[in-house]
Nanobody, 123 residues
Framework: QVDLVESGGGSAQVGGSLKLSCTTD????????MGWFRQVEGKEREAVAI????????DYADSVKGRFTISLDNAKSTVYLQMSTLKPEDTAMYYC????????????????WGQGTQVTVSS
């Protein structure tokens, strides 16, 4: 069992910002692929951003490029998702994930998930 502890979800206005945090144990975190996914009721879960904690790899879904930034704090085994210029279509349940398969990409399959944190964007 892997614990992924998320925080930072909530409500924001269109054009506003939110910052999500995901903290896990250092053994899961180190030299692993971590990511953020989101899901709207009735639709499949989609990858938003991924990052390799060993450095050198990160990627974003086209829908969030230029607006969202994924980053790391290695000392805290924490992955952040800074969300700016929020749009109503960003409204979703956001999930932190840790990958278990080799490689690190938006098409990867995570092996562990957080509980999810709701993000709601309104005008």
């Amino acid at each position: 069992q892997v614990d992924l502890v998320e925080s930072g979800g909530g409500s924001a206005q269109v054009g506003g910002s939110l910052k999500l945090s995901c903290t896990t144990d250092r053994y899961t975190y180190t030299s692993n692929c971590m990511g953020w996914f989101r899901q709207v009721e009735g639709k499949e879960r989609e990858a938003v951003a991924i990052i390799y904690t060993g450095g050198g790899i990160s990627d974003y879904a086209d829908s969030v490029k230029g607006r969202f930034t994924i980053s790391l704090d290695n000392a805290k085994s924490t992955v952040y998702l800074q969300m700016s210029t929020l749009k109503p279509e960003d409204t979703a349940m956001y999930y932190c994930a840790a990958f278990v398969a080799p490689g690190c990409s938006l098409a990867g399959k995570p092996g562990a998930w957080g509980q999810g944190t709701q993000v709601t964007v309104s005008s």
